[in-house]
């Protein structure tokens, strides 16, 4: 065992050439794979982590970048594969025996204690104690301090409330407790998501310090600029494998990005003639005071149209704002020439416009209710005669729907919570499809469902389509979104980047428009 | 996922109907009252008469008013802590009418209004404000029993007009009274609502998944409101029946039914967690506590130690579940 990992360190390609040749990886996770029911999150993966250099990880939503780090920090625990730590093979069981590595992760939501002081949560877990086995809290104020003005942020009051400090700040903390642990290996996974321009300035200045302390650093973040200026390695995923890895000096953005998208042949779209006509439903300067500004779009009868960007770019809340789940500050919806003011989800529902949400779970579906009770919730008024229910409308609603959509179910009383997420997701569709729309919304309507499920709804959606439904498919999947869409809007940071036309666009088009590169 | 082959038919149901109803809570708890009174029956020989079976139900008929609205309230997720207060507030109301010379129709008529309009303010309190209607309910609680204190302090009202005594002393048929009419007619009324009903329907949705309803067009706010409303008014009702039953108001009136309607409704099968309950199992609890506490009645134990009982009875059936499906999981893991 001992020895096969030695060689594999040995054997590194990455090592043959770099800055720090000479260095051997502090960090390495050879052959990684990881299943759940259903899911292939990676499959054997490798990453190398070097002392005094930083690390990008860069992948899709999706390409498994969280599953490793869960790896790496004890919380998930690989199928198979090998994870070294200076060239010894072990493993890590548990979080804590992460943390006895000297692994931490820093996360975009950092995970520290609002209500506690900054010394306490810089020693949370190991403060100093006395000879009587209390907290030594002076000596543990004094550490902190010192930690602090190491990290040149001295600024930082050791005894102010963690919930008075600014994100920067608490990023600060969240730093200043690795190093307090001696931290060797630290994750950070999209730190930058939350920050603003000059936040963002003063958490490189600490990714600097970290390298020149010699802790190895993995950074994952979406965006280019950021990789380019503060990482020397990169390592790219794809659905859950490893495809490239290198020295960032040697390698060029769209190089990168091509390795990202890939080719996609496992799964097949249908085939269809779109048959576009008047436009169905039009915004135009739809804004919100923090997530999306001046959104302006038309989609036509019989169109299916791609909503493609980055998370967070603000796809879901225009897609929410315009089913009345949240407000907006200005702008207009129009649907078939009138004007429409959505304040409820019920008011779009009865003017014909559906939201599927993404959040499959919270949004979704009803749990702890069967099936046809789910499909005929927002229906209820048409199945009900005078408010009291009619079991049997509400029975051939239901098996119309789940049926069209081949729902795998033993009977409609079936609790939905029994039912895999693909077919949730089905019974979802078919409970909005119920309604009878004009204009159906989906957000990421095949994430985390499998190959089957996946085809089922888009060979549904090609069919709601010809029977002149008009679609929104918000997809974080670059070939969903180039095989189904007919046009394509991209979003970038809560406007509208650009709109394409899909014919002969390609994902790296896509790709550098989200994250805002120019070609 | 299981690989079953595609069915190109899916049943409506698979479960047969007989054998559900056999092991379900509510034939369970027909068990369950049907031993008390077995018991009851041996413990006393006055117990089978006639007329110490009518004073039984008015132990159970005014909490059970209240509690059938509460199950519903329970079951959308939301809690009304306040019901007793309400009863008092009501009822503090009631008496000052009488004061002022108010007749039976109007008082009947004060008691409900009031109660109506204290569920509105706590509704609106929970649905507007966005506040936990645990806390909500808390704190309107002492709100509501507080402005009967201050009107009555340690005084009492009295001087109802006869009239007004039919409601808690008047029988309709025979050993039948009104009370007793009027808990099954609200029960009849409650149940066909609660499971016959798109309302009702609603009710269960929201319990379950107060997101998803939002998303699916549900206006949660309003059910919740409509639901608070008829809890304050189910207590109105209630304050009506026991002023008339006790002749009199006292600031303390109703102390501690929150605790015995809420008990019923757990008792009854309802979910403390919402989301899943019958009107048939609250009906069925009313009566078992009624059993119970008549029979320690019967069998002169002191009110202190009834008041010990319904706490351990709640207790454990809120318990009984929990730790019964985590000791199904602990076989089976």
Known sequence: MDTTAQRKVETQPSLRSGPAASASPRLTLSGISKSFPGVRALHNVSLSLYPGQVTALIGENGAGKSTLVKIMTGIYQPDSGEIGIDGEVTTLPSAHAAFGHGITAIHQETVLFDDLSVAENIFLGHAPRTRFGTIDWRTMRKNAREVLETMRAGHIDADARLKDLGIANKHLVAVARAMSIDARIVIMDEPTAALSMKEIEELFLLIEFLKNEGKAVLFISHKFDEIYRIADRYTVFRDGEMVGEGLLKDTGQNAIVRMMVGRNVDHIFPQREPKIGAPVLSVSGLSHPTEFDDIGFELRKGEILGFYGLVGAGRSEVMQAIAGITRTSRGTISLDGRMIAPRSAADSIEAGIVYVPEERGKQGVVIGLPIFQNVSLPSLARTSKSGVLRLVEEFSLARSYTERLDLRASSLSQDVGTLSGGNQQKVVIAKWLATTPKVIILDEPTKGIDIGSKAAVHGFMAELVAQGLSVIMVSSELPEILGMSDRVVVMREGRIAATYDNKGLDAETLVRTAAGIVA | ?333
């Open chain 2, 1 to 333: 996922m299981t690989d079953t082959p595609a069915p190109r038919h899916i049943p409506d149901r698979l479960d047969k109907p007989l054998s559900s109803a056999i092991f379900s809570w509510e034939a369970l708890l027909v068990v369950i009252a049907s031993a008390i009174f077995i018991v009851n029956s041996f413990a006393s020989p006055y117990f089978l008469d006639p007329w110490s079976l009518s004073d039984l139900t008015f132990n159970f008929t005014e909490k059970g008013l209240i509690a059938l609205a509460m199950a519903l309230l329970i079951i959308s997720g939301e809690i009304d802590l306040s019901v007793a207060a309400i009863v008092a507030l009501a009822s503090t109301m009631m008496g000052m009418a009488v004061q002022a010379g108010a007749g039976t129709p109007l008082l009947a008529l004060i008691g409900i209004v009031v109660g109506l309009g204290c569920g509105a303010f706590n509704g609106l309190l929970v649905t507007r404000l966005g506040l936990p209607s645990i806390v909500v309910t808390i704190g309107t609680m002492s709100l509501f029993r507080g402005i009967a204190f201050i009107i009555l302090g340690d005084q009492a009202y009295k001087g109802y007009p006869e009239s007004f005594a039919f409601f808690g002393q008047g029988y309709v048929w025979w050993v039948f009274s009104f009370e007793l009419a009027l808990f099954l007619g609200a029960a009849l009324i409650y149940w066909f609502v609660l499971h016959r009903t798109s309302f009702g329907r609603r009710v269960f949705a929201i319990g379950n998944n107060p997101v998803a309803c939002q998303f699916s067009g549900v206006r949660v706010d309003r059910i919740k409101f409509i639901l608070f409303c008829l809890t304050g008014l189910m207590s109105g009702i209630a304050s009506v029946l026991i002023t008339s039953r006790l002749g009199s108001t006292r600031p303390s009136i109703a102390q501690g039914y929150e605790l015995e309607a809420i008990t019923m409704v757990v008792l009854g099968g309802v979910s403390i967690l919402g989301g899943a309950g019958s009107i048939l199992g609250v009906v069925l609890a009313a009566f078992i506590m009624g059993l119970v506490t008549f029979g320690l009645g019967l069998l002169n134990v002191p009110g202190i130690v009834m008041s010990i009982f319904i706490g351990l009875l709640l207790i454990i059936v809120i318990a009984l579940p929990i730790v019964w499906r985590r000791l199904r999981e602990g076989r089976f893991a």
